[in-house]
């Protein structure tokens, strides 16, 4: 199933399917002059990065290990089964060897556990698009993020992958401008945050020298 909906997320980016094995599929994506590559692997365990690597070198077919932009523009998408999230704590630090490892692929090692792998039963990624967008989950989700939901695996996969695109969606939105000037306020610096409003390129010295007189006098003060 986790699986299934990674092919229908990568199918839904332009990938498409080359090559496939029991534990790993091997996907491009054509546009233009520009070529990317995604592999997705299915580990038993979590091996050292070196036999990571060597694996997936391995099982690669032809056609993509003569490509020069195989090895430097591939993402390597490993999913591993845990019985429970909590379980992630026990093994984070072989995980983290893995996605940190600079080594042939960029390395993503996606987690998931019996219970999410449950709630997704039937699930297709146009669906968990639906999840992620949906406000009311991803407030239950801050309140107990190791609860294994539909939203909990959702967001790990498009924090994960760069490739994925998170869904837009109208809404009110407040200008940035405005947004920072109600922070300045709130943090009393409305003087400061007028006088770096009026600096250009020809008058940045003498409003340093203004504010470092300010500054000094406020001392004496």
């Given amino acids: 199933m986790i699986k ?3 092919n229908e997320a990568l199918v839904a980016h332009d990938f498409v399917s080359e090559h496939e094995t029991d534990t790993t ?3 491009v994506r054509e546009s233009d002059s520009a070529v990317r590559f995604a592999v997705l692997h299915t580990l038993e ?3 050292s990065p070196t036999e990571l690597n ?3 070198n391995q099982l690669a077919p032809e056609s993509f290990t003569r490509n020069p932009s195989f090895k430097k523009n591939c993402d ?7 019985e429970a999230l909590a379980g992630f704590q026990e093994h984070e630090e072989e995980i983290f060897a893995i996605e940190e490892d600079p080594h042939f692929y960029k390395k993503y090692v996606l987690y998931y556990s019996a219970a999410e792998e449950s709630v997704l039963a039937n699930l297709s990624y146009d669906q968990l698009v639906t999840v992620i967008a949906d406000k009311k989950e991803f407030i239950d ?8 939901t539909q939203y909990s695996f959702a967001a790990k996969m498009f924090i994960k992958f760069p490739f994925l695109e998170l869904p837009a969606h109208e809404g009110n939105h407040v200008s940035l401008r405005l ?3 109600e922070a300045v306020a709130q943090a009393g610096l409305n003087d400061t945050y ?3 409003q009026q600096v250009t390129n020809n008058n940045i010295d003498n409003l340093i020298k203004d504010m470092i007189r300010n500054e000094l006098a406020n001392i004496q003060d």
Avoid: E, G
């Avoid at 390597?76 to 845990?82: A, G, W």
């Avoid at 989700?141 to 294994?148: I, Q, R, T």
């Fill in 25 to 27: 599929s091997f996907y």
């Fill in 194 to 196: 007028q006088t770096m």
């Fill in 179 to 181: 947004q920072a000037a």
């Fill in 45 to 47: 365990d979590l091996p």
């Fill in 54 to 56: 060597a694996k997936i």
């Fill in 141 to 148: 989700y801050k309140v107990d993020p190791l609860k294994a």
């Fill in 76 to 82: 390597l998408i490993c999913i591993y089964r845990l």
């Fill in 4 to 6: 299934q909906l990674i």
